[in-house]
């Protein structure tokens, strides 16, 4: 496939898990609960962070649009800016393609199961359409709260990450599992009390004694899910 971005050609090959081969059958399992606050907390305590890099490039592409917003219309410098605001743009998507790649590749040649919670993206970031009362008046949405939202979620570029997971862990016989994000990070991963919490609040405290980061917490209890749902499953299959 050949395809034209901001003045560049690329020829795109489909061969990006060309680098997974078939790999050993392991006992490692680990639950990942992708975040804003880091990229990925898992599991085992450890967390992936957004790579610096990325938000140097935005910086970039802010100020290069805004610059662009200054030009004047069908201006030869208006062209140049264009120009500069794609490349921006192409670099960003690069360098997460790049990080995504990395991450997934490393998750896949640690652990036999990687557990995930099934994303609501195409909720959260397909645009609100206002609604009207009995009245003809339009109610206020949420879109706006909900755009800070949408955008750090489309920055992370979960899904990309998710694919690329689910594509090289089939490569190299590995298992992606999904499970339902209900509940994940309001109930207490060692004894399963519901300990409600706000957004702003980043530490899961329970009476049990249980002390951890709250996407920490998060990501054991998409772990333990995901366990529960392979028991079903295997449950649910003939017994050979
Ligand atoms: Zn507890």
Redesign the pocket.
């Known amino acids: 496939m050949l395809k034209n971005e901001a003045g560049h050609w690329y020829v795109i090959f489909s061969c990006e898990v060309a680098e997974i081969e078939p790999l050993p059958v392991g006992n490692s399992e680990i639950g990942i609960d992708l975040g804003v606050t880091h990229f990925a907390a898992l599991s085992d305590g450890t967390f992936i962070d957004n790579p610096r890099h990325l938000r140097h490039g935005q910086a970039t592409l802010k100020r290069r649009q805004q610059a662009l917003a200054k030009k004047k219309r069908g201006s030869h410098r208006r062209k140049k800016a264009v120009k500069l605001v794609a490349k921006a743009h192409r670099k960003i998507a690069n360098q997460r393609r790049d990080f995504h790649h990395k991450h997934s590749t490393q998750l896949v040649q640690q652990h036999q199961t990687i557990v995930f919670e099934e994303l609501q993206i195409i909720n959260l970031t397909k645009h609100a359409k206002p609604k009207q009362d009995e009245n003809g008046t339009y109610l206020p949405n949420g879109a706006a709260a909900k755009s800070g939202l949408t955008k750090s979620i489309l920055d992370a570029g979960w899904g990309q990450f998710q694919h690329m997971c689910v594509n090289k862990a089939a490569c190299a016989g590995r298992v992606v599992l999904f499970v339902n994000p209900r509940y994940t990070s309001q109930v207490?991963?060692?004894?399963?009390?519901v300990?409600k919490k706000s957004l702003e609040e980043r530490w899961h405290s329970?009476?049990?004694?249980?002390e951890l980061d709250r996407d920490t917490n998060a990501a054991v209890n998409i772990l333990r899910l995901g366990r529960s749902q392979r028991r079903e499953t295997c449950v649910e299959a003939p017994p050979f």
């Open positions: 207490c991963s060692t004894c399963g009390t300990r329970c009476e049990c004694g249980c």
